[in-house]
C-alpha cells in the first residue's frame, strides 16, 4: 500500500464555484485564473471543472501549451505577458492574448514577424505599483499600441491591492476611469475578491472577471467572510490517515522539542501528513484536523512526515482513521483551508499552491 496520504481534486465543486462567481457578474465573461497549475490542483484535473469559463489566464507558456494540449480552442491570456522576444512566436503559433505591462513589451511587438495581428491587454499600475504603465504613461503606450501592425484589439485592465478589505476600490477605480474612459477597448479589472465584493458594480464586473482563488474554495477576504458565506465549496481535500496512537500521561511531551506537554491522560494520533507535503510547518498546536469527520486539533510540532492530533474528542479513532487536513470528509464533514491558512499565519494560496509534488493527486468523478 502507498503512503496513505492524498490530494482529493472536486471537479463539481469547481463548475459550483464557477457558476456561482458568473451569477456574481452576470454580464461579464470570466477567465479563470489557472496560474501555479491552477493554484497547485494541476491543469487537466482543474480544466475538467472550469470549462465552462469563456477563457483561462495564466503565467507560465508551458501552462499555456498544456491547454491546447487539452484541446482547449478558446481565449488564452498571459497575465505579465511576454518575458523575450521569442515568447511572442508561441504567442502566435498557440493564439495566445497577452499581457502589455513595459515599453520593452511594445518593443518586442513592433519587432515581431507575423501576418496575423495579436490581441492584447494594456495593463495600467493604478495604484498597486507592481505591474502596468503610471497613469500619465498610459495613453502613450495604447497609441503606440495602436499604431502597430502586429497588435489587434487592445483591451484595458488594472489590478486591485484593496479589493479584499475595507480601503475598497473606489481610488483605483477613478484613476483608471479618469485616463481610460474614452479609449475603446474591453475592459478587465475584478479578482475574486473585487468580483465578489464589487462586482455588482458594473464598472468593476466590466467585460471580464478574473476570479482564480474563489474557483477553489477559499474566501478572497477571509476572515471577514468564510467560503461559506460566499457560497463557495472546497475544491481541494487533503486527506490521509493514523499511522499509530499514543496513549500519554500528564507531563508527556509530543515531537521534536517537546513543544506540546498533555496537561492530562490523553490520546494522541499521528498522521502521514507533515512539511514535505505542503503542510505548514509553522501550523502550531491547536490547528483545526478532522478525524473521522470530527473537529480537533494538532499537538506539537508538524515534522517532515508526520503531524499530531488530539484524539480526546474522537475516542473511536484507530490506526487507520482518515484526517483531513483541509477540505471535505468522506464524511461530508468540511474543514476550511481558509481557517488552517489562518491558525498558520499564512493564507489559503499558499497552502494550496504548495501542495507537493509527492502528494498523489486524484478527482471524485
Ligand atoms: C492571480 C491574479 C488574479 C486572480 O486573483 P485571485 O485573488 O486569486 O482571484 C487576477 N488577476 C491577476 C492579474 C492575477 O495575477
Given at each position: 500500500m502507498?503512503?496513505?496520504i492524498?490530494?482529493?481534486?472536486?471537479?463539481h465543486?469547481l463548475?459550483h464555484?464557477?457558476?456561482?462567481?458568473?451569477q456574481?457578474?452576470?454580464?461579464?465573461?470570466?477567465?479563470?485564473v489557472?496560474?501555479a497549475?491552477?493554484?497547485?490542483h494541476?491543469?487537466?484535473?482543474?480544466?475538467?471543472?472550469?470549462?465552462?469559463?469563456?477563457?483561462?489566464?495564466?503565467?507560465?507558456?508551458?501552462?499555456?501549451q498544456t491547454?491546447?494540449d487539452?484541446d482547449?480552442?478558446?481565449?488564452?491570456l498571459?497575465?505579465?505577458?511576454?518575458?523575450?522576444q521569442?515568447?511572442?512566436?508561441?504567442?502566435?503559433?498557440?493564439?495566445?492574448?497577452?499581457?502589455?505591462h513595459?515599453e520593452?513589451q511594445i518593443?518586442?511587438?513592433s519587432?515581431?514577424?507575423t501576418q496575423?495581428?495579436?490581441?492584447?491587454?494594456?495593463?495600467?499600475?493604478?495604484g498597486m505599483?507592481?505591474?502596468?504603465?503610471?497613469?500619465?504613461?498610459?495613453?502613450a503606450?495604447?497609441?503606440?499600441l495602436?499604431?502597430?501592425?502586429q497588435?489587434d484589439?487592445?483591451?484595458?485592465?488594472t489590478h486591485?491591492?484593496?479589493?479584499?478589505?475595507a480601503?475598497?476600490?473606489?481610488?483605483?477605480?477613478?484613476?483608471?476611469?479618469?485616463?481610460?474612459?474614452d479609449?475603446?477597448g474591453?475592459?478587465?479589472l475584478a479578482n475574486?475578491a473585487?468580483?465578489?465584493r464589487h462586482?455588482?458594480?458594473?464598472?468593476?464586473s466590466?467585460?471580464?472577471?478574473?476570479?482564480?482563488?474563489?474557483?477553489?474554495g477559499?474566501?478572497?477576504?477571509?476572515?471577514?467572510?468564510t467560503?461559506?458565506?460566499w457560497?463557495?465549496?472546497?475544491?481541494?481535500?487533503?486527506r490521509s490517515?493514523?499511522?499509530?496512537?499514543q496513549?500519554?500521561?500528564a507531563?508527556?511531551?509530543?515531537?521534536?522539542?517537546g513543544?506540546?506537554?498533555?496537561?492530562r491522560?490523553?490520546?494522541?494520533?499521528?498522521?502521514?501528513?507533515g512539511?514535505?507535503d505542503?503542510?505548514?510547518?509553522?501550523?502550531?498546536?491547536?490547528?483545526?484536523?478532522?478525524?473521522?469527520g470530527?473537529?480537533?486539533?494538532?499537538?506539537?510540532?508538524?515534522?517532515?512526515?508526520?503531524?499530531?492530533?488530539?484524539l480526546?474528542?474522537?475516542?473511536?479513532?484507530?490506526v487507520?482513521?482518515?484526517?483531513?487536513?483541509?477540505?471535505?470528509?468522506s464524511?461530508g464533514?468540511v474543514?476550511?483551508?481558509?481557517?488552517?491558512a489562518?491558525a498558520a499565519?499564512?493564507?489559503?494560496?499558499?497552502?494550496m499552491?504548495a501542495?507537493?509534488?509527492r502528494?498523489?493527486?486524484t478527482?471524485?468523478?
Amino acid at each position: 500500500m502507498p503512503r496513505p496520504i492524498q490530494a482529493l481534486i472536486h471537479p463539481h465543486a469547481l463548475r459550483h464555484n464557477l457558476a456561482r462567481l458568473q451569477q456574481a457578474a452576470p454580464d461579464a465573461r470570466v477567465w479563470a485564473v489557472v496560474k501555479a497549475r491552477a493554484y497547485g490542483h494541476g491543469m487537466e484535473r482543474a480544466f475538467e471543472g472550469l470549462r465552462a469559463a469563456d477563457g483561462f489566464a495564466l503565467l507560465d507558456l508551458a501552462e499555456a501549451q498544456t491547454l491546447r494540449d487539452l484541446d482547449w480552442r478558446g481565449p488564452i491570456l498571459l497575465l505579465e505577458g511576454v518575458f523575450e522576444q521569442r515568447d511572442l512566436e508561441l504567442c502566435s503559433r498557440l493564439d495566445l492574448w497577452h499581457v502589455v505591462h513595459t515599453e520593452a513589451q511594445i518593443d518586442m511587438l513592433s519587432r515581431h514577424k507575423t501576418q496575423v495581428p495579436q490581441r492584447v491587454f494594456l495593463k495600467m499600475n493604478s495604484g498597486m505599483n507592481r505591474l502596468g504603465f503610471a497613469p500619465e504613461r498610459f495613453r502613450a503606450a495604447w497609441a503606440r499600441l495602436n499604431a502597430l501592425p502586429q497588435v489587434d484589439e487592445i483591451s484595458l485592465m488594472t489590478h486591485f491591492a484593496h479589493a479584499d478589505d475595507a480601503v475598497g476600490v473606489d481610488a483605483q477605480l477613478a484613476v483608471f476611469n479618469a485616463i481610460s474612459h474614452d479609449l475603446p477597448g474591453e475592459r478587465s479589472l475584478a479578482n475574486s475578491a473585487a468580483l465578489l465584493r464589487h462586482g455588482n458594480n458594473p464598472v468593476v464586473s466590466a467585460d471580464w472577471v478574473r476570479p482564480g482563488i474563489a474557483l477553489y474554495g477559499s474566501a478572497p477576504d477571509h476572515p471577514l467572510h468564510t467560503a461559506d458565506d460566499w457560497g463557495l465549496r472546497p475544491a481541494m481535500s487533503l486527506r490521509s490517515q493514523l499511522i499509530s496512537v499514543q496513549q500519554l500521561k500528564a507531563g508527556d511531551e509530543v515531537g521534536y522539542g517537546g513543544v506540546f506537554k498533555a496537561e492530562r491522560e490523553m490520546r494522541i494520533g499521528v498522521v502521514a501528513c507533515g512539511y514535505a507535503d505542503g503542510y505548514p510547518r509553522h501550523a502550531p498546536s491547536g490547528t483545526p484536523v478532522l478525524i473521522g469527520g470530527v473537529r480537533t486539533q494538532t499537538v506539537g510540532r508538524v515534522s517532515m512526515d508526520m503531524l499530531c492530533v488530539d484524539l480526546t474528542p474522537v475516542p473511536a479513532a484507530h490506526v487507520g482513521s482518515e484526517a483531513t487536513l483541509w477540505g471535505q470528509a468522506s464524511t461530508g464533514e468540511v474543514l476550511g483551508i481558509d481557517e488552517v491558512a489562518m491558525a498558520a499565519g499564512t493564507v489559503g494560496y499558499e497552502l494550496m499552491c504548495a501542495l507537493a509534488p509527492r502528494v498523489p493527486v486524484t478527482s471524485d468523478n
